[in-house]
Every structure is written in C-alpha cells, then in structure tokens.
C-alpha cells in the first residue's frame, strides 16, 4: 500500500481515505462519514492527509456512536488493530474517556453520540476538546511522521460512526500556528 503527503489544491476534498482502510469500514457523505462494522473485529480509517513534522493542526470528529476510537497514526499502523497499542499511534475512546498510546496515558471525560470532539496537534503534544471546552491536555505525541488523524471501532463488536471535519468552521479557537487540512 502506498501512503503519501501532498499539498491540498485549491478547493480540493479532504476526507477519509477509501484507500487506506479495513475492509469493515464504508465511508458516505464525500468520504467525511466512516462507517465501521466492529462484528468482525476492529477496523480503522486513516485520512487523506497527513501531518508533517513542523505543522500543527486542527481537525474535529461528531461522534455516532458511542465506543469510538479518535486519534492520530502513522502509515504503518495496522488498520484491524485497537488504536493505542503501540508508541507510533494515541486514540481517545469516547465510551470509557481511557486514552492509550502503548498504556493508559490518562482519562478523560467521556463523550455521547451528537458531542464534536476537536483534536488540537502540536508538534510535541495532542490536547483534546469536546463541544469546545478542552478536556485534555499535554498528552504525548506518538512517534514517527507523517502522522495521519485516524477513527476505529473501540471494541470487536458493534458498530461505529464518525463524521470529520477537516476544514473550517470548527468549534475550538485556532490558535497562531494552527490549521485545519483546508
């Protein structure tokens, strides 16, 4: 599979990307809407555009269901695995608040279906914000660049939804030295 970065055009869609994801994932709504079939196992979708080192963006998810994984990923993060099991990848699970990269790194308030969590990336740390209040901070970045925004199942059964927003409006300030992808 081959995963690279290039430069939004002008007016260019930015979503998830039908060709970095499992199987178990459909994606609608101009690939912004994942859909994730958790009854055969965990399954991830990463987005079209990643992250380079020196950038620090902003990117929000509404949540759909209520044990979704939200978090960042390098390319060669399996895509049928758990996000938070290795030090090259950090998800928030929106049902138990656990935050995982390798081990728990903390917990934060949970999130119910209709909440919009914002991801705000730094380029040494994640902090995280749900319907505009930031509920994290300072949580380490994962290891390795380009590091893609990233959505998957929280448990091996059920089914999970996520809508992103990767442009603008969001709902957190954007702060000097951020953007969103658009």
């Known amino acids: 599979m081959l995963i690279f970065q290039k430069k939004l055009g002008q007016g260019e869609p930015i979503g998830w990307n039908p060709n970095d994801k499992a199987a178990s994932v459909t994606l609608s709504n101009q690939n912004l809407t994942a859909t994730i079939d958790g009854s055969g196992g965990y399954g991830n979708v990463r987005s079209s555009y990643s992250i380079l080192t020196a950038e620090q963006k902003v990117w929000e998810i509404t949540v ?4 979704l994984i939200i978090g960042t990923a390098i390319a060669s993060v ?7 099991t290795g ?3 950090i998800g928030y699970n929106v049902a138990t608040g656990q935050v995982w ?6 917990t934060l308030p ?3 279906i209709g909440d919009v969590i914002a991801i705000k990336f730094f380029t040494n740390k994640i902090n995280w914000f749900k319907n505009g209040t930031q509920i994290g901070g300072n949580y380490p970045k994962p290891s390795g660049y380009p590091m ?3 959505v998957g199942s ?8 996520a809508t992103a927003n990767f442009g603008t409006p969001v709902t957190v300030s954007v702060d000097a ?3 969103t992808f658009s």
Not at 64 to 67: A, E, L, M, V
Request: charged letters at 10%; zero cysteines; a negative charge.
């Open 78 to 84: 399996s895509l049928t695995t758990r996000i938070g």
């Open 148 to 150: 893609f925004p990233i």
């Open 101 to 106: 990269m390798s081990s728990l790194q903390g």
């Open 177 to 179: 030295g951020f953007s």
């Open 154 to 161: 929280g448990t091996s059964n059920g089914t999970e939804i």
């Open 87 to 89: 030090t090259d990848n």
């Open 110 to 112: 949970t999130a119910t």
């Open 64 to 67: 759909g269901s209520t044990d």
